[in-house]
Antibody, heavy 122, light 107 residues
Framework: EVQLVQSGAEVKKPGESLKISCKAS????????IGWVRQMPGKGLEWMGI????????KYSPSFQGQIIISADKSINTAYLQWNSLKSSDTAMYYCVRHGGKWTTLTWFGPWGQGTLVTVSS | ESVLTQSPGTLSLSPGERATLSCRASQRVTSTYLAWYQQRPGQAPRLLIY???SRATGTPDRFSGSGSGTDFTLTISRLEPEDFAMYYCQQYDILGGAFGQGTRLEI
């Protein structure tokens, strides 16, 4: 079964760092782009960026460039989303997604991870 | 940058009725690069339709997608209780895709 399993919910203070994970199984991790999508409370879906685990090529949405770091470790089939200094406005649900077709970025998203809720509050 | 506008914002129907959800793109969608996602309360989104009209694995055949160019439609032929959820369209002929703001389908 093709599956993405994300790390658990986090509660952090402003200014703290955080790295959340997304472990893939059931498919060749190095053949697909893996992305991250933000959903703020009660809001819609925002694409943040993607990583190609085969060579760690990363592409960011202009809205998130410089604010996050996306990476992958192909030895353990895991992608990561990282912040060096969280803000309260980072409070949201974060989903990892696999692109639907091999090698290309121009595909639908599926499957989706179950989501990681990040709460940033003093 | 393409903007996807979904209508209506909220659709109120009853089980057994037919639902028609619209998605309009501000820029023509290349080929068939249009997908639909369903998000039930408290759950992650899941892919329903890709390539405008291809059902993803596990999508019941009461769901169908159609359209071309800038106007697309998701139709649910006979609503089941589990279909009441949020629906998002996505244009994926650009890096990262572009999502619509969603249509809430409520009982």
């Amino acid at each position: 079964e093709v599956q993405l399993v994300q790390s658990g919910a986090e509660v952090k203070k402003p200014g703290e760092s955080l790295k959340i994970s997304c472990k893939a199984s059931g498919f060749s991790f190095t053949d697909y782009w893996i992305g991250w999508v933000r959903q703020m409370p009660g809001k819609g879906l925002e694409w943040m960026g993607i990583v190609y685990p085969s060579d760690s090529d990363v592409k960011y949405s202009p809205s998130f460039q410089g604010q996050i770091i996306i990476s992958a470790d192909k030895s353990i089939n895991t992608a990561y989303l990282q912040w060096n200094s969280l803000k309260s406005s980072d409070t949201a649900m974060y989903y990892c997604v696999r692109h639907g077709g091999k090698w290309t970025t121009l595909t639908w998203f599926g499957p989706w991870g179950q989501g990681t809720l990040v709460t940033v509050s003093s | 940058e393409s903007v996807l506008t979904q209508s209506p914002g909220t659709l109120s129907l009853s089980p057994g009725e037919r639902a028609t959800l619209s998605c309009r793109a501000s820029q023509r969608v290349t080929s068939t690069y249009l997908a639909w996602y369903q998000q039930r309360p408290g759950q992650a989104p899941r892919l329903l339709i890709y390539g405008v009209s291809s059902r993803a694995t596990g999508t019941p055949d009461r769901f169908s997608g159609s359209g071309s160019g800038t106007d697309f439609t998701l139709t649910i032929s006979r609503l089941e209780p589990e279909d009441f959820a949020m629906y998002y369209c996505q244009q994926y002929d650009i890096l990262g895709g572009a999502f619509g703001q969603g249509t809430r389908l409520e009982i």
